[in-house]
């Protein structure tokens, strides 16, 4: 399974990569530290199984990076995972309409994060 991660903090990414390894099959992580790096190397990917997009990072945000996400048609069905400190109803909402799939929030535990993964990807 190939995951790609858009997130401006290490820290996120490094707590990321070590719930991964709770998952049964193997996992590629390919990470990105914004939006506009994000783009960038999705250019040049076509096989992306699941997507973990932080909404607030620098450049391009991950509410825009979605949105050109969704418009690549190699991508157009893949499950996207806002993860995010901002879950207020109204918040909730666009997201879902901005194309996300399912909405993690931050801080999270790693059993809160196995269990959305599973969700968008049906992994035991």
Excluded: C
């Excluded at 530290?33 to 973990?52: A, K, V």
């Amino acid at each position: 399974m190939r995951i790609f991660l858009a997130e401006d903090n290490e820290d996120n990414y490094l707590i990321v990569k070590s719930n991964l390894k709770k998952v049964e099959e193997p996992v590629e992580l390919l990470w990105a530290q914004d939006g506009e790096i994000g783009i960038e190397m999705l250019e040049h990917e076509d096989d992306i199984d699941l997507f973990l997009v932080d909404i607030e990072m620098p450049k391009i945000g991950g509410l825009d990076l979605t949105v050109w996400i969704r418009e690549q048609q190699r991508f157009a069905d893949k499950p996207i995972i806002a993860v995010t400190a901002s879950v207020f109803a109204e918040m909730k909402k666009m997201y879902l309409e901005k194309g996300f799939n399912f909405i993690l929030e931050k801080p999270f535990s790693r059993k809160e994060f196995l269990e959305i993964l599973q969700k968008a990807m049906n992994v035991s």
